[in-house]
C-alpha cells in the first residue's frame, strides 16, 4: 500500500507556482521522498527527490518538513504541459527500485 | 541519448493465449522495472532486474514472468491470458539499484478479449 496521502485534485493559474502537497507521517529513516508526474497517455516521468533537506532542479524544488512527515513539490512557474497526475512515493531504495504508486493528485494548470 | 523504447506498442490476444513483451533500456543502464497500469488498480510494480538477477517481485500470479539479458534489454511473459491482464505495460530503467530515478518507456497496451 501507498505511504503518502496526496489531494485528488488541484487548479493552479497559468504562470503561477503550483505547490502540491504530500504527507508521509510513518516515512522512515532510509526512505526517500520521490515525486513522478504521468502526463496523459504517456509513461510517468521523474520529477526530483529528496531525503531531508531541500532540492532544487530545472522542473522544480522539493521541500521536506524538518520531521520528515510532509513534503511540498513546487513548479515555479506552470504551464499548461505541466498539466498531469504528480505521484508522490516514499522508498527505500537500498534494495531495488520498487515504487509504490498511490493515486496521486491530478494537477490542472489554466490559462 | 534514446530513451526507454518498448515493444510492441499495441497487442491484442485473446484469452488463454500468451504474450512477451520486450524493453530496451537507457544504454548503460542496469536495472529494468516493469508496471502494469490499470484504471481500476493504479500503477503496480510487478517486478525489477539488476544484472540478469530478479531483485524485486510485486503481487502477481506466477502466470506473470520476466527476464533480463546480458545486454540489460528485459522481457516480461504473461501467460494464460485473463480479461483483466488488459493493461498498460510500463517499463522503466534506471542506472544503478539504488535510490536512481527510474526512466519509463511509453508502455504497451495489451488488450485480452
Known amino acids: 500500500d501507498a505511504k503518502t496521502t496526496q489531494p485528488p485534485s488541484m487548479d493552479c493559474a497559468e504562470g503561477r507556482a503550483a505547490n502540491l502537497p504530500c504527507n508521509h507521517s510513518?516515512?522512515?529513516?532510509?526512505?526517500?521522498v520521490y515525486w513522478y508526474r504521468q502526463i496523459h497517455s504517456q509513461g510517468p516521468q521523474y520529477i526530483i527527490h529528496?531525503?531531508?533537506n531541500n532540492e532544487t532542479n530545472e522542473m522544480a524544488s522539493l521541500i521536506i518538513t524538518e520531521d520528515r512527515k510532509s513534503s511540498t513539490l513546487i513548479l515555479p512557474h506552470a504551464t499548461l504541459r505541466d498539466t498531469a497526475v504528480y505521484y508522490c512515493?516514499?522508498?527505500?531504495?537500498?534494495?531495488?527500485?520498487?515504487?509504490?504508486f498511490g493515486a496521486g493528485t491530478i494537477l490542472r494548470v489554466k490559462s | 541519448k534514446a530513451g526507454v523504447t518498448q515493444t510492441p506498442r499495441y497487442l491484442i490476444k485473446t484469452r488463454g493465449q500468451q504474450v512477451t513483451l520486450s524493453c530496451s533500456p537507457i544504454?548503460?543502464?542496469?536495472?529494468v522495472s516493469w508496471y502494469q497500469q490499470t484504471p481500476g488498480q493504479g500503477l503496480q510494480f510487478l517486478f525489477e532486474?539488476?544484472?540478469?538477477?530478479q531483485r524485486n517481485k510485486g503481487n502477481f500470479p506466477g502466470r506473470f514472468s520476466g527476464r533480463q539479458f546480458s545486454n540489460s534489454r528485459s522481457e516480461m511473459n504473461v501467460s494464460t491470458l485473463e480479461l483483466g491482464d488488459s493493461a498498460l505495460y510500463l517499463c522503466?530503467?534506471?542506472?544503478w539499484g539504488q535510490g536512481w530515478e527510474q526512466y519509463f518507456g511509453p508502455g504497451t497496451r495489451l488488450t485480452v478479449t
Open positions: 522503466a530503467s534506471s542506472l
Open positions: 510513518t516515512i522512515s529513516g532510509n526512505e526517500y
Open positions: 529528496g531525503l531531508k
Open positions: 512515493i516514499v522508498a527505500d531504495m537500498e534494495y531495488g527500485n520498487k515504487l509504490v
Open positions: 544504454s548503460g543502464h542496469r536495472s
Open positions: 532486474y539488476f544484472s540478469e538477477t
